[in-house]
């Protein structure tokens, strides 16, 4: 839990405007709350030796889910999240699994997922239910025969 100080405030720089702008809770509590759900699925994402924003994915088989990505405002649109999330797309890829998250309407990472494959899936007013599945690929080979002389 040593980390929830940072998660708090990386919360507040990623999440603040959206959260307020569609009336969801935005206090300490309300944070704290969100991030302690799922809190043993949460990865640290480092640069060097700093921390620099949080994936939360649960994997259930092959299918997977993120509960949050968060990179802080000065690290972001730099690739991180790209790479990020190729790496867990590639992982789904090799279990021909799925990948679904849950995105705020008016957020601006909703055109990352889309640019990695993710579709609209299902919507509310608010949120979008973005996914991406994989099916299981099998690899053809021809094998050429010397003919019968």
């Known amino acids: ?7 708090v405030q990386l919360r507040k720089l990623t999440m603040a405007r959206y959260l307020c702008r569609w009336g969801y809770p935005s206090d300490d509590r309300a944070h704290y709350r969100r991030i302690r759900f799922r809190f043993e699925d949460a990865k640290i994402i480092f640069l060097d030796a700093e921390r620099i924003g949080v994936l939360k994915a649960t994997c259930e088989g092959p299918h ?10 000065r ?4 690739g991180i ?3 990020v999330l190729t790496s867990l797309l590639l992982e789904a890829r090799e279990e021909a699994g799925r ?5 705020l309407r ?15 899936e299902s919507s509310t007013d608010l ?9 299981i690929s099998k690899q053809i080979s021809f094998e050429q025969r010397a003919a019968d002389v």
């Open 1 to 7: 839990m040593q980390d929830e100080p940072f998660l």
């Open 64 to 73: 997977w889910f993120i509960h949050q990505l968060q990179i802080l405002p």
């Open 75 to 78: 690290f972001q649109r730099k």
């Open 81 to 83: 999240g790209t790479a």
């Open 99 to 103: 990948v679904s998250l849950d995105v």
């Open 106 to 120: 008016d957020n601006p990472a909703r055109r990352l997922y889309q640019r990695l494959g993710l579709y609209v």
């Open 127 to 135: 949120e979008l239910r973005m996914t991406v599945s994989f099916a």
